[in-house]
């Protein structure tokens, strides 16, 4: 089977499942009894990248193994899984990626590269940028391009097994790439509050709601998954992460009020983009006024008509003879 960039491997599928049945294992009983029931699971994924969609199902089977096998040959039960495109946003190297010629998806965000800190991590990486141009038959003209082949040279080495690397990433490419300090260039990045903002802060301020609906009793789901790319890196110790602004233990509302700077009131209007819900609100207005219109219209006509057929009559009134009196 060919794969590529994006896709899920063999391993993947395999750890993916395993996760799920971890799930079921440690939360199952607590939270849904072990059984699937549609109001209390709810899964979301990003929609860039077909691995991301594809490990969201591989968790739910999982999680969730059929009780009344509908199949004697396969073990599996569809669970649904929804697709929301503000968890692509939430990766750094998505939102950026996708910018053609410093427009896209997120247009404001082409300042960066005109940062001291782009310019500077640029500078440090040419070497490796070079070397993987033309070794690697491989475009690599900018920071994004760089993170995102690096990112497909991770998934390989993971998979050595599967998928060889070239004879190229050799002991002199490894020696570039650990000089390059990609993670820390990443860091560095995210440092900027307005892209902090734009790359995480919706995902940030939907996952808050969530839960504070379950906190105030408005939801019946009581385990959301979501799928995205580069959402933990599992070959990393664990890591405690302490709350900006909050001690701990960190209490929800502090919490929230510590967070609440990094959500957006509408992603697309601070991207530089046409906001949506602003559109509908003209389109509303608009709609308004043609109703009104078209009704003054049709009452003017609707009175003129009347007056002459009133006068019509009058006339033919007169014709024979005598007039009406009102």
Not at 152 to 164: D, L
Not at 223 to 242: C, H, K, P, Q, V
Request: hydrophobic letters at 40%.
């Amino acid at each position: 089977m060919e794969y590529t960039y994006g896709e899920q491997l063999q391993n993947g599928i395999r750890q993916m499942y395993q996760l799920g049945q971890h799930l079921r294992e440690h939360y199952g009983s607590r939270l849904f009894n072990n059984t699937y029931v549609p109001n209390k699971v709810f899964a979301l994924t990003g929609d860039r990248y077909n691995r991301t969609i594809a490990s969201a199902i591989t968790v739910m089977a999982g999680m969730f193994p059929p009780e009344n096998p509908w199949s004697t040959e396969l073990l599996w039960r569809p669970v649904p899984v929804r697709t929301d495109l503000d968890i692509d946003n939430a990766d750094l190297l998505t939102l950026l990626s996708q910018w053609p010629d410093d427009q896209g998806k997120c247009p404001r965000l082409a300042w960066i590269k005109t940062t001291d800190i782009y310019k500077q991590e640029m500078a440090m990486k040419q070497d490796l940028m070079q070397y993987i141009s033309t070794n690697g038959n491989i475009r690599v003209n900018s920071l994004i391009d760089l993170c995102a082949a690096v990112d497909n040279f991770k998934a390989r080495a993971i998979h050595i097994s599967e998928h060889p690397l070239p004879p190229w990433m050799n002991m002199t490419f490894f020696a570039l790439l650990q000089r390059a300090q990609i993670p820390n260039t990443l860091r560095k990045l995210y440092d900027f509050e307005q892209l902090t903002k734009l790359s995480g802060g919706m995902m940030l301020k939907k996952i808050s709601t969530v839960m504070q609906n379950i906190i105030a009793g408005r939801t019946d789901h009581q385990f959301i998954a979501y799928s995205g790319l580069m959402a933990y890196d599992g070959s990393r110790n664990r890591t405690l992460i302490e709350a900006n602004k909050c001690s701990s233990p960190c209490e929800f509302q502090s919490f929230l009020q510590s967070i609440e700077a990094t959500f957006p009131l509408s992603w697309n209007a601070e991207c530089g983009l046409a906001d949506p819900a602003a559109e509908i609100s003209l389109l509303q207005i608009l709609v308004g006024v043609m109703t009104v219109i078209v009704i003054f219209v049709s009452e003017a006509l609707l009175i003129t008509c009347c007056l002459l057929h009133n006068r019509q009559w009058q006339f033919v009134n007169r014709r024979k003879g005598y007039v009406e009196i009102n």
